[in-house]
C-alpha cells in the first residue's frame, strides 16, 4: 500500500488523526525506549480509532518513521472474510499478484516484517477451528481464517512483528491463539477531544457550547461519545435541531431521544404530514438484519445477497446511504455496513417493537429471525456475558418502549409499531413466580426504566419492588432512581450506600446555611440537587425502613435528609446508620428521631470516637421521650469511657418501651459490665434479649450477670459470644441459670474457650429444672465434653431444643454416643454439627440411627464431603422415617451458623 493510497483514508480528518497520533505512544514498537514484543493486540469499542491509528503505522512506515522494519502489510479481516481459499503467497501478494514471487523471496530473506491484522473480530469462525487446524505451508490451499491463525501462532513468518486490533469480546480468543500477547487498550476522544471535536465542527462558539452541554446532560450519552463516529452522529442531530430553532438539549435527554431524532431528523415527512412509505421496506429489513448481525456477532455488513432475500434491493437503500446512516464497505464491492454500532444497535431494537406489513414479509423476516433471541433472552446475564454488545440494544429497547417515540417513528417511516414486549418484560415465566424484572441488576432495571421516560411503564414495572437496595456512584445512578422510586408505590425497605466520590470535597464540611436561601434548600451541585430529590422518597408513608451503611455522606445532606425524617409523612420504624461518614451524621440522625412514634428499631454502627457524650444524651432523650416506641436498639464499635457508658445505663431506666438491647463490639470491659447489670436489676427495667457479643469480657463479670439471671425474670435471652469467660465463668452462669426464678430461654456462648469442664457445669444445669430452650456452643473446643451433653440430652426432663455445636472439632470417634443420645432425646428439634470433620464413617452411624427412629429432629446440619452411592441411599431412607426432618450439608469453611440470629436478638 502506498503513502498516497494511505493519506485518502475515508473520514482521516486532521482532529482525530491528532487524537490517534497522540496513541501511537502507546505501541510499543513506535517507541523506541521500549522493548518489541512479538505480538500487540490493540483493542477497544466500535469506533474508537483502532483501524485509523493501524493504518497511521502504515503510513509512518512508508514516510520512512518506522525503520526497523523492512516490510509492513495490512490485512483486513473484513475484506478477508469474504475470499475464497487461497495459500498465504496469494494471500499476501492480493494487492500486486504480477509480484508474488517477488515478495515470496523479499519476505524470506527479511529479518524485520510487520503484519497489520485489523478487525480480527470480524473473521467469524469459531475459535476451535482457528486453534486445531493450523499450517505452516505457504503454498497450501487453505481457508483465510486458517492462514491468518497460522500467522498469528508463528507458523507463517515465525519471526514477524504482529500489530492486530480487535473488539474486546474478542480478547479471550488471544490467550489461545498468541504466545504472551502485549494487550494495549485504546479509549478513543476524551473529554477534552470531545469538546474540541464540537468546537471544529460547529465553528460558532455559542453553537458548539450549547451542544456540547446538551451531549453532557446525558452521561451515557457522553460516555458513547467516546467513539468519533457517534460524537459526528451527536453534531449532525443537534446542528439540525438549532437550525430548526429546538432547544438541544430535548433530544439529549436520554440515548434513545437522541438517535431517534437523527434516524427521523434526516427523514422529512411528505407535504401534508404523510410519511415517505417506500422507507417502510428498507427500514423493516434493516432491522432484521441489525439484530441478526448483533446476535450472531458474525454479520457486522451485509450484501445484495442478504437484501435480495428480504425482497429489497440496493436502490431502495439510497435514502438511508445518503443520510450516513449505513455506508458501503470501502474493501468489498456491493456490500454494505451500518455507520457505527451503536446504530446497529438501535435499529435492533426498533426490530422488537415493529409490525411487519404484510404475510409474505412476515413469514420471510420469521425464517431470518431464527438466530435472534426474544426479549427475556436480550436481557439476560449469560447472553450478555457471551455478546456484550447486546446491553446497549436492550437500553434502546427500553427507550423505545414510549408511546410518542414509537408515534414519531410511525409517522416518518409509515411502519406501524406495538408495545407488547412490555408485557414480556413485566409478566412472570410460565414456570417462574416472580416477574422477570426482578431477576435483572437493580441499577441496570433502573437505568432502563428511566431510558424509556414512560411514567405509566414505570408504574407497572415497580409494582413487586418491596426492598430496595442502591449503591449510588455518581448522579446518574440517584437520576434514575428517583425517577422509579417515586412511582414505586409499594416501596417498603430502601437500603443506601453512597461512594466516597458521589458529594464533592467542598460540600462535605460546608454548613448548612450555605445552601440555605429563605428557607429553602438551594443545591449548588449536581449531587445535592439529586440528593434533595430523593430525601421525599424517605419521608413517603410506605416507607417502614431505612438502612444507610458504608456510606460517604456530607454535612448538607445529611442535614436535609433529617429535615425530611422529622416530617409527620415520614412513618420510618426501623433506621440502621452503620459505619457512614461525617461521625456528626450519628448525632444529627438520633436528633432527627426524638419523638418520632413510629420508631421500633434503631442500629447505630460505627468507629465512633468523638463526643460520645453528646451521643449517648441524645440517645437519652429519644428513650424517655413520651412518644417513644423503640424496642430494639443497637450500638456498635462505640469507644467511650466507663463514665460515658454510666451515664448511658442511668437513661436506659426511663425506657419504657426497650426490649432488646445489643452492645456487640463494643469495648465494655468487665466494668462496664457491672454498670450494665445495676440496671438490668432495676425494677424497672424491661429488657427481654441482651447481646455482649464481643465486648472484651472475662470470668470475672459473671457473678453480676448471674445475679441479673436471678433478679430480672424478664430477660429470656442472653448473647455473649467472643468473650474469654472460659469454664470458671461458665460455672457461674450455670449457677444463676439454675434458681427457680430464672427464665433464660436462649444462651449463645459461641467462641468462649469452653472445654469439657464447662460441658460438665451445662450438662449438670440441663439435668435439672432449666427453662433453656436454646444454647449454642459453636467453635468451642468441647470434643471430650460431649460425653457429657450426651448424657444430659437422654435427660428425660430437658427442654432444651436447639443446640449450636458448630465446629467443636468432633470427630467420628463420638459419633456413636451422639446417636444414642438422639435416639433416646424427646425434645431436641434442631442439632448443628456443621464444621465438624464427622468423615464417612461418623455421618454414616448418626443417619442409621435417625432412619431407625423417629424423633423430634427437625434440623441437621453436616458437614458431607463425599456424598454419593451408600451414603445417598442412606439419606433418601432417613428422609422416608422422617418425612419432617430436613438434613443439610454444610461445606463451606465459613458457613454460618444456623444459630446466628440468636446473636442479634
Not at 473529554?191 to 462558539?205: H, L, N, P, T, V
Not at 414519531?408 to 414486549?421: K, M, R
Not at 432495571?445 to 449510588?472: I, N, Q, R, T
Request: net charge negative.
Amino acid at each position: 500500500m502506498s503513502s498516497t493510497e494511505l493519506a485518502q483514508i475515508p473520514g482521516d480528518h486532521d482532529h482525530f488523526h491528532e487524537v490517534t497520533r497522540r496513541s501511537q505512544n502507546l505501541i510499543p514498537f513506535l517507541n523506541a525506549n521500549r522493548p518489541v514484543p512479538d505480538t500487540v493486540v490493540l483493542y477497544g469499542s466500535a469506533g474508537v480509532g483502532k483501524t485509523t491509528l493501524a493504518k497511521r503505522c502504515l503510513l509512518d512506515w512508508a514516510e520512512s518513521n518506522l525503520g526497523q522494519f523492512q516490510y509492513a502489510f495490512y490485512l483486513n479481516c473484513r475484506e478477508l472474510a469474504c475470499m475464497p481459499p487461497c495459500t498465504f503467497a496469494e494471500l499476501i501478494s492480493k494487492d500486486c499478484p504480477e509480484l508474488q514471487e517477488d515478495i515470496l523471496a523479499a519476505v524470506a530473506r527479511a529479518e524485520r516484517v510487520l503484519f497489520v491484522v485489523d478487525g480480527f473480530d470480524e473473521l467469524r469462525v469459531p475459535l476451535g477451528m482457528l486453534i486445531c487446524d493450523i499450517c505452516g505451508d505457504w503454498k497450501a490451499q487453505k481457508p483465510v481464517p486458517i492462514l491468518l491463525s497460522s500467522l498469528l501462532k508463528k507458523k507463517m513468518v515465525p519471526n514477524a512483528t504482529l500489530l492486530v486490533t480487535t473488539q474486546p469480546r474478542a480478547l479471550q480468543d488471544f490467550v489461545l491463539l498468541v504466545y504472551q500477547p502485549r494487550f494495549v487498550e485504546m479509549e478513543g476522544f476524551s473529554e477534552q477531544d470531545r469538546k474540541e471535536y464540537f468546537q471544529r465542527y460547529f465553528k460558532d462558539e455559542d453553537q458548539a457550547r450549547r451542544a456540547f452541554d446538551a451531549m453532557r446532560c446525558s452521561a451515557a450519552l457522553f460516555r458513547m461519545g467516546s467513539a468519533p463516529a457517534v460524537c459526528q452522529l451527536v453534531c449532525a442531530c443537534l446542528e439540525l435541531q438549532m437550525q430548526r430553532g429546538q432547544d438541544p438539549r430535548l433530544a439529549c435527554q436520554s440515548p434513545t431521544s437522541l438517535f431517534l431524532q437523527f434516524l427521523c431528523g434526516q427523514f422529512t415527512p411528505a407535504a401534508g404530514g404523510c410519511a415517505q412509505r417506500d422507507l417502510r421496506a428498507p427500514l423493516e429489513a434493516l432491522c432484521l438484519l441489525a439484530a441478526q448481525g448483533l446476535w450472531t456477532q458474525q454479520l457486522s455488513w451485509f450484501d445484495n445477497g442478504d437484501l435480495g432475500r428480504l425482497g429489497v434491493t440496493e436502490s431502495h437503500l439510497h435514502p438511508f446511504l445518503d443520510r450516513h446512516i449505513l455506508q458501503r464497505d470501502e474493501y468489498c464491492e456491493g456490500c454494505f455496513s451500518f455507520v457505527h454500532l451503536s446504530v446497529q444497535q438501535f435499529l435492533a431494537a426498533m426490530f422488537y417493537i415493529l409490525k411487519l406489513q404484510e404475510q409474505g414479509k412476515r413469514d420471510s423476516l420469521r425464517w431470518d429471525s431464527e438466530d435472534i433471541g426474544d426479549v427475556c433472552t436480550l436481557f439476560s446475564r449469560e447472553a450478555r456475558a457471551r455478546n456484550p454488545s447486546l446491553t446497549q440494544a436492550g437500553h434502546f429497547l427500553f427507550g423505545l418502549l414510549n408511546k410518542k417515540r414509537a408515534q414519531e417513528l410511525e409517522a416518518t417511516f409509515g411502519c406501524q409499531t406495538s408495545l407488547e414486549v412490555q408485557k414480556e418484560l413485566l409478566k412472570c415465566g410460565a414456570e417462574e413466580t416472580q416477574p422477570f424484572l426482578l431477576k435483572m441488576d437493580l441499577r441496570e432495571v433502573l437505568y432502563c426504566l428511566y431510558e424509556s421516560g414512560e411514567e405509566e411503564l414505570v408504574k407497572d414495572a415497580m409494582v413487586p419492588f418491596e426492598d430496595v437496595s442502591l449503591h449510588v456512584k455518581s448522579s446518574e445512578d440517584l437520576l434514575h432512581a428517583v425517577f422509579c422510586l417515586r412511582h414505586c408505590r409499594k416501596l417498603r425497605s430502601l437500603s443506601l450506600q453512597v461512594d466516597k466520590s458521589f458529594f464533592p470535597e467542598k460540600d462535605r464540611e460546608a454548613p448548612l446555611s450555605a445552601y440555605l436561601q429563605g428557607g429553602k434548600f438551594q443545591p449548588n451541585s449536581d449531587s445535592l440537587c439529586r440528593w434533595v430529590d430523593l430525601c421525599p422518597v424517605v419521608c413517603s408513608e410506605n416507607l417502614t425502613s431505612l438502612d444507610i451503611s458504608k456510606s460517604f455522606l456530607s454535612n448538607p445532606s445529611v442535614r436535609i435528609l433529617c429535615y425530611y425524617i422529622t416530617r409527620a409523612s415520614c412513618r420510618l420504624q426501623k433506621v440502621v446508620i452503620s459505619k457512614v461518614s461525617p461521625v456528626t451524621a450519628y448525632y444529627d440522625f438520633c436528633l432527627a428521631l426524638v419523638g418520632k412514634s413510629t420508631l421500633t428499631h434503631l442500629t447505630l454502627v460505627g468507629y465512633i470516637q468523638e463526643d460520645m457524650t453528646l451521643l449517648f444524651m441524645l440517645l437519652g432523650e429519644i428513650l424517655k421521650h413520651a412518644k417513644c416506641a423503640l424496642q430494639y436498639l443497637r450500638l456498635g464499635h462505640c469507644f467511650a469511657t466507663t463514665e460515658q457508658w454510666a451515664d448511658f445505663f442511668f437513661a436506659l431506666r426511663a425506657s419504657h418501651s426497650l426490649l432488646s438491647l445489643d452492645l456487640s463490639d463494643n469495648e465494655l470491659m468487665d466494668e462496664g459490665v457491672e454498670l450494665l447489670c445495676e440496671t438490668l436489676r432495676h425494677p424497672k427495667c424491661f429488657l427481654q434479649k441482651l447481646s455482649l457479643a464481643n465486648c472484651h469480657l472475662t470470668e470475672a463479670c459473671c457473678k453480676e450477670l448471674t445475679s441479673v439471671l436471678i433478679v430480672n425474670q424478664r430477660l429470656t435471652h442472653l448473647c455473649l459470644a467472643k468473650n474469654d469467660l472460659g469454664d470458671g465463668g461458665v460455672k457461674i452462669l450455670c449457677e444463676g441459670l439454675g434458681y427457680p426464678e430464672c427464665k433464660l430461654q436462649t444462651l449463645v456462648l459461641r467462641y468462649c474457650n469452653i472445654t469439657e469442664h464447662g460441658c460438665k457445669s451445662l450438662s449438670k444445669l440441663l439435668h435439672g429444672d432449666c427453662e433453656l430452650v436454646n444454647l449454642d456452643l459453636s467453635l468451642n473446643p468441647i470434643a471430650l465434653g460431649l460425653w457429657s451433653l450426651c448424657d444430659a440430652l437422654r435427660a428425660p426432663y430437658l427442654n432444651l431444643q436447639h443446640l449450636g455445636l458448630w465446629g467443636c472439632a468432633i470427630t467420628p470417634l463420638y459419633c456413636q454416643e451422639l446417636a444414642s443420645a438422639l435416639t433416646s432425646n424427646k425434645k431436641l428439634e434442631t442439632l448443628d454439627l456443621g464444621q465438624n470433620a464427622l468423615g464417612l464413617t461418623g455421618v454414616t452411624v448418626l443417619l442409621e440411627a435417625l432412619k431407625e427412629r423417629s424423633g423430634p429432629l427437625k434440623m441437621l446440619r453436616l458437614k458431607i464431603d463425599d456424598c454419593h452411592g451408600k451414603l445417598q441411599n442412606l439419606l433418601k431412607k432417613v428422609k422416608e422415617s422422617n418425612p419432617s426432618l430436613t438434613i443439610e450439608n454444610v461445606i463451606r469453611a465459613n458457613a454460618p451458623s444456623y444459630f446466628d440470629f440468636f446473636s442479634a436478638p
